[in-house]
């Protein structure tokens, strides 16, 4: 059988998300796991998540290291809890900020992987750091502080 993604533990009322949401038919379906103490995510930009020809879409890089950071913040606040990682349901958090460095462009014709490190976990924040690297080559790297979304908090329908 095969392990649960975080995004797969999140409640229903928070699964739509563009990026990670498995309820959205048109999202882009991240799904993060614990590789150690580091988190990963393997994805394959589509032909659409052009920038120019041959190269990936900042845009895209910015929506899959913000969205993975979220499920791997998820992930870490589940563990610092004492939560098993195969049973949810994981907290949701938002992003309060993102910061990404584009350090080369990155290929559309390969499998791109995000590998995150958790910084910190303090209260309801968690920092997170990311490489997306193509072909074995780190192209961007992103930081990223995100906020649990209070329990009191309902999304609209």
Same mark, same amino acid.
């Given at each position: 059988?095969?392990?649960?993604? !975080?995004?797969?533990?999140?409640?229903?009322? =928070?699964?739509?998300? +563009?990026?990670?949401?498995?309820?959205?038919?048109?999202?882009?379906?991240?799904?993060? !796991? =614990?590789?150690?103490?580091?988190? /990963?995510?393997?994805?394959?930009? *589509? &032909?659409?998540?052009?920038?120019?020809?041959? !190269?990936?879409?900042?845009? +895209?890089? #910015?929506?899959?290291?913000?969205?993975?950071?979220?499920?791997?913040? %998820? %992930?870490?606040?589940?563990?610092?809890?004492?939560?098993?990682?195969?049973?949810?349901?994981?907290?949701?958090?938002?992003?309060?900020?993102?910061?990404?460095?584009?350090?080369?462009?990155?290929?559309?014709?390969? &499998?791109?992987?995000?590998?995150?490190?958790? %910084?910190?976990?303090?209260?309801?924040?968690?920092?997170? %750091?990311?490489?997306?690297?193509? *072909?074995?080559?780190?192209? #961007? *790297?992103?930081?990223?502080?995100? /906020?649990?979304?209070?329990?009191? =908090?309902?999304?609209? #329908?």
């Amino acid at each position: 059988m095969e392990r649960p993604a !975080f995004q797969d533990l999140y409640p229903d009322h =928070w699964a739509h998300c +563009y990026g990670c949401g498995r309820l959205n038919e048109h999202g882009l379906h991240i799904r993060s !796991f =614990w590789d150690g103490d580091e988190t /990963v995510a393997t994805l394959v930009p *589509r &032909p659409h998540h052009t920038a120019i020809p041959g !190269f990936v879409y900042g845009g +895209y890089i #910015a929506s899959v290291i913000d969205c993975h950071s979220t499920g791997s913040a %998820a %992930a870490a606040a589940h563990r610092a809890a004492g939560g098993d990682p195969a049973v949810g349901p994981y907290p949701r958090f938002l992003t309060g900020t993102l910061k990404v460095e584009y350090l080369k462009p990155t290929p559309i014709d390969s &499998p791109v992987e995000l590998r995150s490190t958790i %910084a910190e976990v303090k209260g309801r924040k968690v920092t997170v %750091a990311t490489n997306l690297s193509s *072909r074995g080559v780190v192209c #961007a *790297r992103g930081e990223a502080v995100l /906020v649990q979304v209070p329990d009191t =908090w309902e999304p609209k #329908a």
